[in-house]
């Protein structure tokens, strides 16, 4: 999201107050005018030399000044008026004759801070890293500012913070569309299959799935799932496997019969004697 230039400063008159919204039933909750949080009629904004030019409050002209918060990058600063209100966060320059709305989910970051002010002066101000993109992937159409409002002495940081903190929360971060679909396509559950039941190389009883993301057939042959209403289509009265086209299957030698104990203990599957090899039987 990217911030928004405005060259006229907001008027009250086009909030409403957050104590005259809590104080009754608003008529509707999708329109009106926006509620206003916070407002400061004067405070200073900075942000760091290097980052000017990325918001209109601050000009590509704009003259460094002395660092109010102690660090050794040069800094530019406005006197700016701060709206808090439930659609942007707001600010303007009347020197600098505009100014900026910023969408809420460009705050990816907002902490009071102390800064230390020429006067040498600790004071609580709020620092927020914003982030603003114009829609594309790469790291190159992002734009980072650091900002920082220090309110003037009368105000109350901490209440400029909570009133960000609320906004913030009516404009949680929009879904990702591509990750949604992405999910979507994990999730889906395909019921049906016209899979020819095409083995795997290098893997036993493993079927392909057919192109258009069916499922294998649960035995070679069946050319789908066997249920209650075609298992006679597969199955003899006996149980016998009959095949996809009502024709008998030919199993292997042995298939289906049940093999006596003795058989089992000392024969191997070819007939060979294992009771050499096999593990002595525990009664």
């Not at 020197?95 to 600790?122: C, E, F």
């Not at 299957?249 to 191997?268: I, N, T």
Request: hydrophobic content about 30%; charged content about 25%.
């Amino acid at each position: 999201m990217l911030a928004t230039t405005i060259r006229s400063p907001p008027s009250l008159h086009d909030f409403t107050t957050l104590a005259e919204y809590q104080s009754r039933t608003p008529e509707s909750f999708s329109h009106g005018k926006p509620v206003l949080h916070f407002h400061l009629p004067d405070a200073i904004a900075t942000v760091p030399k290097s980052q000017c030019d990325i918001l209109a409050v601050f000009p590509p002209d704009t003259p460094a000044a002395p660092s109010i918060n102690g660090e050794t990058e040069q800094v530019v600063k406005q006197h700016v008026q701060v709206f808090v209100h439930s659609e942007n966060f707001t600010i303007f320059s009347e020197a600098a004759g505009s100014g900026v709305s910023i969408p809420y989910p460009s705050i990816s970051i907002h902490a009071v801070k102390q800064v230390r002010t020429p006067g040498d002066t600790n004071t609580p101000a709020i620092w927020m890293q914003l982030e603003f993109s114009d829609g594309g992937a790469d790291d190159d159409d992002f734009s980072t500012v650091d900002l920082t409002i220090v309110p003037p002495a009368s105000a109350d940081a901490q209440s400029l913070y909570d009133a960000i903190s609320s906004c913030s929360n009516l404009h949680p971060d929009p879904t990702n569309d591509d990750d949604d679909e992405a999910a979507d396509e994990h999730d889906r559950i395909v019921s049906e299959s016209s899979a020819e039941g095409e083995t795997v190389e290098g893997f036993t009883g493993v079927l392909r799935g057919t192109t258009d993301g069916g499922l294998p057939p649960p035995m070679p042959g069946s050319g789908g799932w066997i249920t209650a209403e075609n298992v006679h289509e597969h199955f003899d009265e006996e149980g016998n496997w009959i095949g996809a086209n009502g024709e008998a299957g030919e199993l292997g030698e042995g298939a289906g019969r049940s093999r006596p104990r003795h058989e089992m203990d000392g024969a191997g599957v070819n007939g060979d004697d294992e009771s050499e090899v096999k593990r002595p039987r525990v009664e």
